[in-house]
C-alpha cells in the first residue's frame, strides 16, 4: 500500500466535493492518505479524514468579475506565506515517507512531489481546457489565455493527468486521459423527480437577477442572496446542504452560476440549466459555452426577462437532449488512478532506498 500526499484546492467547494470520493476511495484500498488544504476544503473535509492546513491561492474578484491582475499582485505579495507553507509541507511529506502524490488543482502539494522527484496525479476539470482539444468563442481568447496560463503554473508537470468533462474531446499527449465527471455518492443513488420550482443559485448576490425573475413567470427558490423568505414568486433560502440537495433534486430547472460541480451534478439528474458564468471567470463561461452547444440548457452573457422566458418555453427541447446524456459512476477513473498507483510505487519506493 502507498503513502499518498493528497492536495486539494479549498476555493469553492467543487474540489473538496469530489476529492471526497476518491478520498475515501483510496482508504478503503488500505492506502495511507495525508491530505492537505484550506478554506472551504479544510471545513468540508475534516470531518471525514485528517486534514493539514496549508497556504491557500486565491482568485481576486471585483463586482463578481475575476480580476487575473490583482489575483497575481495579491499572491506575489504572499509569497513569504507561500514559501513558509511549502516548507512545512515538505517536511511533513518526509515524515509522512510519501510515495505518490494526488493534487485537485493544489499547488503546493505538487510542487513537493516535484522537489522530491514524486509520481504526481493531477485530477480536475481545469486541464481539459490545456490538455484536450477543444472550442470557444474567440472574443474569449484573453480570458482563456489567461485562464490556460494559471491552469499550467498550478500543477505542472504531473506523470499523469485525469481530466473530468462532461462532454467529450479528444486529448492532447499520451499523459492525459479524460473521464465523465466525479459525483458524490448521494447524486449517483438519488431519483430525481420535476417538480414546478426553478432552482436559483448564486455565489453571490445580484439586484439586476432579483428584479429579472420577479417578472418571470412560475416560482424560484433561491440560494446565495444573503436572505430569506417569500418576495412574490420568489422563496430566498439560507445556505443549508440538505434543504438545497431536496430543491436540486425535485426542481425542474435551474438558473445560475456555471461552476463545473453543480453544472455536472444538474446534467446527471436531468435538469435542464441557464447558465449565469461568473464575468471573466473563463472556466464557468467554458463550462456555459458547453452546455449551450451540447443542447443540455442556454447561455447568454447577459440576462434579461425575455431569455429567462425563452428558457423556460425550451424545457421540454433541453430534457430531450439530457435523456440522451451519458450517465456514468466513477469506477473508471478510480480503476485507473488505481493502475497508476500500482505502477509508481515500485518506482518511489526504490528512489527513496
Given at each position: 500500500?502507498?503513502?499518498?500526499?493528497?492536495?486539494?484546492?479549498?476555493?469553492?467547494?467543487?474540489?473538496?466535493?469530489?476529492?471526497?470520493?476518491?478520498?475515501?476511495?483510496?482508504?478503503?484500498?488500505?492506502?495511507?492518505?495525508?491530505?492537505?488544504?484550506?478554506?472551504?476544503?479544510?471545513?468540508?473535509?475534516?470531518?471525514d479524514f485528517e486534514v493539514t492546513e496549508i497556504?491557500?491561492?486565491?482568485?481576486?474578484?471585483?463586482?463578481?468579475?475575476?480580476?487575473?491582475?490583482?489575483?497575481?499582485?495579491?499572491?506575489?505579495?504572499?509569497?513569504?506565506?507561500?514559501?513558509?507553507?511549502?516548507?512545512?509541507?515538505?517536511?511533513?511529506?518526509?515524515?509522512?515517507?510519501?510515495?505518490?502524490?494526488?493534487?485537485?488543482?493544489?499547488?503546493?502539494?505538487?510542487?513537493?512531489?516535484?522537489?522530491?522527484?514524486?509520481?504526481?496525479?493531477?485530477?480536475?476539470?481545469?486541464?481539459?481546457?490545456?490538455?484536450?482539444?477543444?472550442?470557444?468563442?474567440?472574443?474569449?481568447?484573453?480570458?482563456?489565455?489567461?485562464?490556460?496560463?494559471?491552469?499550467?503554473?498550478?500543477?505542472?508537470?504531473?506523470?499523469?493527468?485525469?481530466?473530468?468533462?462532461?462532454?467529450?474531446?479528444?486529448?492532447?499527449?499520451?499523459?492525459?486521459?479524460?473521464?465523465?465527471?466525479?459525483?458524490?455518492?448521494?447524486?449517483?443513488?438519488?431519483?430525481?423527480?420535476?417538480?414546478?420550482?426553478?432552482?436559483?443559485?448564486?455565489?453571490?448576490?445580484?439586484?439586476?437577477?432579483?428584479?429579472?425573475?420577479?417578472?418571470?413567470?412560475?416560482?424560484?427558490?433561491?440560494?446565495?442572496?444573503?436572505?430569506?423568505?417569500?418576495?412574490?414568486?420568489?422563496?430566498?433560502?439560507?445556505?443549508?446542504?440538505?434543504?438545497?440537495?431536496?430543491?436540486?433534486?425535485?426542481?425542474?430547472?435551474?438558473?445560475?452560476?456555471?461552476?463545473?460541480?453543480?453544472?455536472?451534478?444538474?446534467?446527471?439528474?436531468?435538469?435542464?440549466?441557464?447558465?449565469?458564468?461568473?464575468?471573466?471567470?473563463?472556466?464557468?463561461?467554458?463550462?456555459?459555452?458547453?452546455?449551450?452547444?451540447?443542447?443540455?440548457?442556454?447561455?447568454?452573457?447577459?440576462?434579461?426577462?425575455?431569455?429567462?422566458?425563452?428558457?423556460?418555453?425550451?424545457?421540454?427541447?433541453?430534457?430531450?437532449?439530457?435523456?440522451?446524456?451519458?450517465?456514468?459512476?466513477?469506477?473508471?477513473?478510480?480503476?485507473?488512478?488505481?493502475?497508476?498507483?500500482?505502477?509508481?510505487?515500485?518506482?518511489?519506493?526504490?528512489?527513496?532506498?
Amino acid at each position: 500500500m502507498a503513502n499518498i500526499l493528497y492536495g486539494v484546492n479549498g476555493e469553492g467547494a467543487g474540489h473538496s466535493t469530489r476529492s471526497k470520493e476518491v478520498l475515501s476511495h483510496l482508504v478503503q484500498r488500505g492506502h495511507s492518505v495525508h491530505v492537505v488544504s484550506f478554506d472551504r476544503g479544510l471545513k468540508n473535509l475534516a470531518k471525514d479524514f485528517e486534514v493539514t492546513e496549508i497556504y491557500g491561492l486565491r482568485f481576486a474578484y471585483v463586482n463578481n468579475q475575476v480580476r487575473y491582475r490583482k489575483t497575481l499582485a495579491r499572491n506575489l505579495l504572499r509569497t513569504p506565506s507561500v514559501i513558509r507553507s511549502l516548507k512545512r509541507l515538505e517536511s511533513l511529506a518526509d515524515d509522512w515517507r510519501i510515495d505518490v502524490v494526488v493534487t485537485d488543482f493544489e499547488p503546493l502539494s505538487c510542487a513537493v512531489g516535484r522537489r522530491r522527484g514524486l509520481p504526481i496525479v493531477s485530477i480536475d476539470n481545469q486541464h481539459c481546457l490545456t490538455n484536450a482539444r477543444v472550442s470557444y468563442p474567440r472574443r474569449y481568447a484573453a480570458d482563456a489565455a489567461a485562464a490556460k496560463l494559471v491552469t499550467r503554473v498550478m500543477t505542472p508537470g504531473a506523470d499523469a493527468y485525469l481530466a473530468i468533462s462532461f462532454f467529450e474531446a479528444p486529448v492532447r499527449g499520451r499523459k492525459t486521459f479524460l473521464f465523465p465527471p466525479i459525483l458524490r455518492q448521494e447524486i449517483l443513488r438519488a431519483q430525481a423527480s420535476a417538480g414546478s420550482h426553478v432552482l436559483v443559485y448564486v455565489t453571490s448576490p445580484s439586484a439586476d437577477l432579483v428584479r429579472i425573475l420577479r417578472s418571470a413567470p412560475g416560482q424560484f427558490i433561491c440560494y446565495g442572496f444573503e436572505r430569506e423568505g417569500m418576495d412574490g414568486n420568489l422563496w430566498f433560502k439560507r445556505p443549508s446542504l440538505e434543504t438545497f440537495f431536496a430543491d436540486l433534486l425535485s426542481c425542474r430547472a435551474i438558473i445560475g452560476n456555471s461552476g463545473f460541480s453543480l453544472v455536472s451534478e444538474a446534467l446527471h439528474l436531468g435538469k435542464p440549466y441557464l447558465a449565469v458564468p461568473v464575468k471573466r471567470q473563463f472556466e464557468q463561461i467554458f463550462n456555459a459555452y458547453y452546455l449551450d452547444k451540447m443542447g443540455y440548457g442556454a447561455y447568454w452573457e447577459e440576462l434579461d426577462g425575455d431569455r429567462v422566458r425563452r428558457f423556460l418555453a425550451n424545457l421540454d427541447a433541453y430534457a430531450a437532449s439530457l435523456a440522451a446524456y451519458p450517465r456514468h459512476d466513477n469506477s473508471a477513473l478510480l480503476a485507473k488512478l488505481d493502475d497508476l498507483i500500482g505502477q509508481y510505487l515500485p518506482r518511489s519506493r526504490g528512489a527513496a532506498s
